[in-house]
């Protein structure tokens, strides 16, 4: 299904689509070591968000909305909602690789429409040739579940991006 909706999304049969080989070595193992946090950080950190509308206020209102539902289920990884700096970022930035470097947390959002995995597909693209995070968290309207559109969008950053795109919709 996931393949059949990638043909769609490139609308080129011709462009490679084949997924990569996984590699033996675990994701967890790929992912580059998180420094540890100072005592100062620990009050506020920074999420980078890729794949808003755009990096006003109200855009990142509503990750931040996202993170207090997530605190309310009960996610103590999420702690306090209000310590979280949301930080919007252009995927066409041509900072994404230096700040890639340089910041340990990233999102990508995920919009609930009909173009959604089409969107979704470009941005991993996107991400992907211009060297952007290998890590990200889906962020999402509430209501999303993970069947369908997240879990396609999942398989896809992994299997053709070799992005892990970590998804907690239930």
């Not at 209000?82 to 340089?102: C, D, E, K, M, N």
């Not at 396609?152 to 795109?165: P, S």
């Amino acid at each position: 299904m996931a393949e059949m909706l990638v043909e769609l999304a490139t609308g080129n049969k011709s462009e490679n689509t084949r997924p990569k080989r996984a590699s033996a070595q675990p994701a967890a193992a790929k992912a580059a070591p998180v420094p540890p946090r100072s005592a100062g950080s620990a009050r506020e950190r920074t999420l980078m968000v890729l794949g808003l509308p755009g990096t006003a206020e109200r855009h990142t209102a509503r990750v931040s909305e996202l993170l207090e539902s997530w605190a309310q289920e009960g996610r103590s990884w999420v702690g306090d909602p209000g310590t979280w700096r949301i930080v919007a970022l252009p995927i066409a930035s041509p900072h994404l690789s230096l700040l890639a470097a340089q910041q340990s947390q990233w999102a990508l959002w995920i919009d609930d429409d009909l173009e959604a995995f089409r969107r979704g597909y470009r941005m991993l693209k996107q991400i992907a040739e211009q060297g952007g995070p290998r890590r990200l968290i889906a962020v999402h309207p509430p209501g999303v579940g993970r069947q369908g559109l997240l879990s396609n969008l999942q398989y896809v950053a992994q299997a053709y991006f070799d992005i892990e795109l970590l998804v907690l919709a239930r």
